[in-house]
Every structure is written in C-alpha cells, then in structure tokens.
C-alpha cells in the first residue's frame, strides 16, 4: 500500500551537479523522517543525508558541504541536490522513509528501488 519512486539518476563529470528526488505515495498516516542511502560495488550500504518530520538533518561526513536535502511543506516527496560531484560518489542511491501506515500504529522502513548516479569523465 506504500510505494517510494525514486527519478534524477544519471551520468555527470567530476565537479557537476545532480538532484534526485523521492515520492512517497499510498495508504500513509504519517512519515516520521526520509533520507537517502548509497551504496558502491563491493561495499556496505551507507547513509548520504536524513530528514525528519521536524526538519532537523543529518549528512555523512564525506557529503557536508556538498549535497542538500529538503522536504516539501507536505512531507510525501524529499529530495537531494548533489553539487561539486567526485567518482567516489558513484553509487546506487536508495530513498528510505520511516511509515506509520493508516490504520497502523508502529513506524515500518520503506525502500525504493534505487537509482544509479555515476560521476566520471
């Protein structure tokens, strides 16, 4: 009943920008926070940049400064500016949101499917 659509994904050269953006759709009572996550061959799954329902965030050491994320005044859709791009961010990036569904009354973690970023020259 809960669905994430990830879209912005793309090739770009070193030093360029991308946004990518997340809309959660469904049977939603609330969403206490979304972020988005990445994760390179061969290595773990890692956090980019968290939002919550307050607006408070959080990023990873390694994008401070050059990424951004944001929520629209509704909540459903959040989004992550990219700029000043390095090979090393080259990853398939996932949107995660934390869900009470209606009729529900714990939180469940949704995935979407994941979209590919790749900086190179």
């Known amino acids: 009943q809960v669905q994430l659509v990830e879209s912005g994904g793309g090739l770009v050269q070193p030093g360029g920008s991308l946004k990518l953006s997340c809309a959660a759709s469904g049977s939603i009572f609330r969403i206490n926070a979304m972020g988005w996550y990445r994760q390179a061959p061969g290595k773990e799954r890692e956090v980019v940049a968290t939002i919550t329902r307050s607006g408070d965030t959080v990023f990873a050491d390694s994008v401070k400064g050059r990424f951004t994320i944001s929520r629209d005044n509704a909540g459903y859709t959040v989004y992550l500016e990219m700029n000043s791009l390095k090979p090393e961010d080259t990853a398939v990036y996932y949107c995660?949101?934390?869900?009470?569904?209606?009729?529900?009354?714990?939180?469940?973690?949704?995935w979407g499917e994941g979209t590919l970023v790749t900086v190179s020259s």
């Open positions: 995660n949101a934390q869900i009470i569904r209606s009729g529900t009354s714990f939180w469940v973690n949704y």
